[in-house]
């Protein structure tokens, strides 16, 4: 959905912003196309009989259909093709919002199991080592900074080749992570359930599947982006697979303190995939998901704490309690928020982003400071479940500014 913003980034004078072939305005429609065909097909597969939510997918789809032409024209049309491709994200925008508070539909069982075939079993199991669901939201702050650096709009063909390697890097590390944590994972309802610790995949083979797809994001990232984004991409692998999962998440509570830098790092590949250097609002970037992570996952940690000390992982719930892990979300929280808003005192946001950021910061204290006076169940889901939805909207946030004020 992130893309849908993208076809409004025009200079002051009308002309596009391209660091490379001329797919402007039409390169980010074609991606805001389809992202939004997979929403639809996405719908139409798991909530057909739910036609409010069939309807907002395709009129989504229809809107960005009838404007394509437009974004393919220069002047006005060109104009237009922006203001479609943001209607469009805001649709999609109301479509993920709704869809994850709608209940699914009850749908008929059929009359007859239809057997799965084993191909697609093996198939599904390797692609959840990777971690998709994490992914996704690593490749939105890893697309959003791509499209905010002073070079302007990367080509799409570079876009594309960093948006893989950073699936394959992620995914890799992800991979080997199951494979070294399958001893811990057995013992927790949560994981237990993943094709490692249930016996589906062997620790070896999670493990050089793991170690392959890292190897390929490497080449690919060395060969299509920058040096400098090869290196922060294959840091990311190394800090995940080997300094979160090997050391930190063994031996102490400030794993998710330390260990958020791995998470953090997609930012940096992004804005180095671009300009090939580092500048201090790639590092504001890094640090916003560095401090969004402890309450993000200490949220999380709550809920599940007894699953982690019968593992014997010392997340902070199980060494210090729930009291100091809610105050602990709470300080962070402040400093998550407060890091939120530089970005436009240092010049490299506007006031759309401060706005923004601003809105949605007020909403997570909000809600962190329920967790820390209630403390029950239902807060703490609310925090961890908008906490997803906060950073991916503070990331379009910056997209939006960029586009609108240059």
Not at 13 to 40: D, K, M, Q, R, W
Not at 174 to 199: E, F, H, K, Q, Y
Request: charged share 10%; glycine share 10%.
């Amino acid at each position: 959905m992130l893309a849908l913003a993208l076809g409004a980034a025009n200079l002051p004078n009308g002309e596009l912003l391209t660091a490379g072939p001329a797919f402007g305005v039409g390169g980010a429609y074609v991606i805001a196309l389809v992202l939004n065909g997979g929403s639809l097909f996405t719908t139409w597969r798991i909530r057909r009989s739910d036609r409010a939510m069939f309807l907002l997918a395709a009129g989504s789809i229809a809107l960005l259909i009838g404007g394509l032409p437009l974004a393919f024209g220069d002047g006005f049309s060109v104009g237009l093709a922006s203001g479609i491709t943001t209607l469009a994200w805001a649709v999609a925008l109301i479509l993920a919002v709704v869809g994850m508070r709608r209940p699914l539909p009850d749908l008929p069982l059929p009359a007859v199991a239809v057997a799965v075939p084993q191909w697609r079993v093996v198939l599904n199991d390797y692609v959840s080592l990777t971690k998709p669901k994490v992914i996704s939201l690593l490749l939105v702050t890893t697309l959003a900074a791509m499209y905010i650096t002073p070079a302007g709009m990367p080509s799409l063909w570079l876009v594309i080749w960093t948006m893989i390697g950073g699936y394959l890097a992620a995914g890799g590390a992800g991979a080997i992570n199951c494979a070294l944590d399958s001893d811990l994972d057995i013992n927790m309802g949560r994981t237990s359930r993943r094709p490692v610790p249930s016996g589906r995949i062997s620790r070896r083979n999670a493990m050089l599947f793991g170690l392959g797809l890292s190897a390929l994001s490497t080449a690919l990232m060395l060969a299509f982006t920058t040096p400098l984004a090869t290196f922060f991409s294959t840091l990311g692998i190394v800090y995940y697979a080997y300094f979160y999962t090997h050391l930190l998440k063994r031996h102490t509570w400030q794993n998710i303190i330390i260990g958020g830098g791995a998470g953090a790092i997609p930012p940096l590949v992004g804005w180095t995939a671009v300009t090939g250097r580092l500048d201090l609002a790639a590092v504001l970037l890094f640090a916003i998901v560095f401090y969004w992570t402890p309450p993000h996952f200490w949220a999380l940690a709550l809920v599940k704490a007894q699953d982690y000390a019968r593992a014997g992982v010392p997340m902070l719930p199980v060494v210090a309690g729930d009291r100091e892990t809610r105050y602990q979300i709470v300080i962070y929280s402040l400093l998550l928020v407060g890091l939120s808003l530089l970005l436009t005192p240092i010049g490299a946001m506007g006031w759309i982003y401060l706005a923004s950021a601003a809105l949605l910061g007020a909403i997570f204290m909000r809600d962190a400071w329920a967790v820390y006076t209630r403390g029950d169940q239902p807060a703490i889901w609310r925090l961890y479940k908008y906490s997803l939805l906060y950073l991916a909207l503070l990331f379009v946030a910056m997209v939006l500014d960029r586009a609108f004020l240059g």
